[in-house]
């Protein structure tokens, strides 16, 4: 399914196999999508296995399609995010914005778990945990660069309602505007069952002016802190997804093509990292790929860094499209950076809706 261009949707494969053969042979890993829900029992002991009919026919595609953009699109983001930072800034030198120049940007958080009933119905510590595992991530402790990123939980609400549950994609435009709260500096976050092939997908902040209130980042429930999604349950379905919300793009973005994903330390790559690469080089430029970086392919226990010059790209493209516009938005800010003091926390879960 193509998404219109207004806004984009990424995502990570659910589950991707069949690792290349060796690394002489290069990065051309064949993959294999997975079926939300099915077991990896069902996929081969593995998860990995010849799989069924039907999950040969949704072979062959290992990134995400909805994800893709094309170079013109992309040169055409980089273009407006520096043209945005000249027009607010005067410059648009992105170390203006470097994490280790700037005091820390909290971000908060509004969590919105759609259910069916019991299920997608998240406990307080799911959501802290999820919430836990970002500050981790984007704070350089799993390893790699510190963003200089925080997140703070601002609220969390649970809508029982089956069908946006279960298609959120179908009604994306409708829970959205139902569930969503604060400005353009606050992160929606929305769990449910995301569906067949990918676990999350999320708006890009270019894209804020024309869609606010589609603003967001949708992941599945199962692939939160000990989630039942096998090898993708350690919570960094949300740590990617975020990634393309605070501006990041996947590091084999455009392949060996310049500008890839226009961050000057990610090294170019051919393809997505599938399963978990020791080591692949599969571009002529300078660097082997980055296997473990957030915003590549590889399952949760591969992924555990950002690099200083993604931190650098989040800070400007926070600057250009996030940070408070003028001293009235900046006057409410309740937390450092941030437009939404909040309410509550995940221990005050509450209701809201019911099916419509
Ligand atoms: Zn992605």
Known sequence: MRRFAGVSLCALTVT???VSSSMSDGPRARARTVRAGET??????????QGTAGAAARAAHPRDHDGDLSRGQVVAMLGDLHRT???????????????????????????HALAA?????LSAASVRGQIATLNAAYGGRTGGADTGVRFRLAGYDVTNNAAWFRHPRKYESRLKHRLRRGGRGTLNLYTAAVGSDVLGFSTFPQWYRKSPRK????????SLPHGTYRRFNRGYTAVHEIGHWLGLLHTFQGGCTPPGDGVSDTPYEATPAQGCPHYKDSCPQRGDDPVHNFMNYGFDSCMRDFTRGQGRRIRAVWAA????????EAGRAGVRGSVDRGTGGAGAARSVGGAR
Do not use: Q
């Open 16 to 18: 991707a196999c069949a």
């Open 40 to 49: 990896a029992a069902a996929a081969g002991k593995d998860g990995c296995g």
């Open 85 to 111: 930072l000249r027009e607010r800034y005067g410059t648009s030198d992105e170390r203006r914005f470097d994490s280790a120049r700037r005091r820390t940007l909290v971000i908060p958080v509004r969590f």
């Open 117 to 121: 009933g019991r299920t997608g119905r």
């Open 215 to 222: 603003d967001g980042v949708v992941v599945d429930y199962r």
């Open 321 to 328: 499209y996030r940070a408070p516009r003028n001293a009235r």
